[in-house]
């Protein structure tokens, strides 16, 4: 599978912005989906997944209640809608999929073995 992420740019503090990932390639439910992003001078870190049908999603403490992702398998994309952002969510955010071999839902930037190009979101203060 191949992925494009789109959807960064420049937001103030406590708008919105939507990510959305498109999958090309093998199947698309075969995979396991995540958002993970980084900032200047930090380490990769885990975002939020999502699993093959979407029934299950995870998300790193500081944006419970604040993103959410979803997937239309239907068409091949996964999206993450960001609401009430904060200066520290700048970052480089990157989709990625997991092997179709697995089915659970993982925060280890090392059990993705698929990536998408980053796209840039920055929000001001």
């Known amino acids: 599978v191949q992925l494009q992420a789109s959807g960064g740019g420049l937001v103030q503090a406590g708008g919105s912005l939507r990510l959305s990932c498109a999958a090309s390639g093998r199947t698309f439910t075969d995979n396991v989906m995540a958002w993970f992003r980084q900032a200047p001078g930090k380490e990769r870190e885990f975002v939020a997944a999502?699993?093959?049908?979407?029934?299950?999603?995870g998300y790193t403490d500081s944006v419970k209640g604040r993103f959410t992702i979803s997937r239309d398998n239907a068409k091949n994309t996964v999206a993450l809608q960001m609401n009430s952002l904060k200066p520290e969510d700048t970052a480089v955010y990157y989709c990625?999929?997991?092997?179709?071999?697995?089915?659970?839902?993982?925060?280890?930037?090392?059990?993705?073995?698929?990536w998408g190009r980053g796209t840039l979101v920055t929000v001001s203060s």
């Open positions: 999502t699993s093959r049908n979407g029934g299950t999603t």
């Open positions: 990625a999929a997991r092997g179709p071999q697995y089915f659970i839902v993982s925060r280890r930037v090392n059990e993705y073995d698929v």
